[in-house]
T-cell receptor, first 109, second 114 residues
Framework: GQQVMQIPQYQHVQEGEDFTTYCNSSTTLSNIQWYKQRPGGHPVFLIQLVKSGEVKKQKRLTFQFGEAKKNSSLHITATQTTDVGTYFC?????????FGKGTRLHILP | DVKVTQSSRYLVKRTGEKVFLECVQDMDHENMFWYRQDPGLGLRLIYFSYDVKMKEKGDIPEGYSVSREKKERFSLILESASTNQTSMYLC?????????????FGDGTRLSIL
């Protein structure tokens, strides 16, 4: 099955800079989830977006769902070392959960 | 808190062996999933199950089988292990409900096939 396209694959930012990862699909998504995986850890659920144009915030994290429900983004404001890890989006398709390949975030001190 | 427990953190087996990876969850979740995670490829779904004795193929089921005899336990079986099955294996569980539900993952089993 085709995965949702997630970009970039890697991102290095200076501590304090902002970071954004994008998830794109060629088909309309019913919903999208975001997960974070710390180095050496397992994916942990962050949030789910369902409505067209939905925006949700968790402290410094802002999640958006596109108006056409074909794309989504996760934006982190003023990154901190605790933000290090890989961020995955996941879509529901044919009763299966399909994960993007993830964006690995490195924070430079 | 949901607890998903995978039987081994690290496992080393030989080519041709039959390998069992066990996963147990304690939250009475209906859905259980097995993924493998490889660098640059993300998480790929191997098999999933929505109920006891029920199983569905994911995107990469070849070389694997599963067993769900009890609701809390979902086993992944490598019938005849091969070196290309060296990977990190992650088990996850979730409630069954309308729409997508958050998945809760175990710590993973890093399997090496020699």
């Amino acid at each position: 099955g085709q995965q949702v396209m997630q970009i970039p694959q890697y991102q290095h930012v200076q501590e304090g800079e902002d970071f954004t990862t994008y998830c794109n699909s060629s088909t309309t998504l019913s919903n999208i989830q975001w997960y974070k995986q710390r180095p050496g850890g397992h994916p942990v659920f962050l949030i789910q977006l369902v409505k067209s144009g939905e925006v949700k915030k968790q402290k410094r994290l802002t999640f958006q769902f596109g108006e056409a429900k074909k794309n989504s983004s996760l934006h982190i404001t003023a990154t901190q070392t605790t933000d290090v890890g890989t961020y995955f989006c996941a879509e529901e398709r044919d009763d299966k959960i399909i994960f993007g390949k993830g964006t690995r975030l490195h924070i430079l001190p | 808190d949901v607890k998903v427990t995978q039987s081994s953190r690290y496992l080393v087996k030989r080519t041709g062996e039959k390998v069992f990876l066990e996963c147990v969850q304690d939250m009475d979740h209906e859905n259980m999933f097995w993924y493998r995670q490889d660098p640059g490829l993300g998480l790929r779904l191997i098999y999933f199950s929505y109920d006891v004795k029920m199983k569905e193929k994911g995107d990469i089921p070849e070389g694997y089988s599963v067993s769900r005899e009890k609701k809390e336990r979902f086993s992944l079986i490598l019938e005849s292990a091969s070196t290309n099955q060296t990977s990190m294996y992650l088990c996850a569980s979730s409630f069954w409900a309308e729409g997508n539900q958050p998945q809760h993952f175990g710590d993973g089993t890093r399997l090496s096939i020699l």
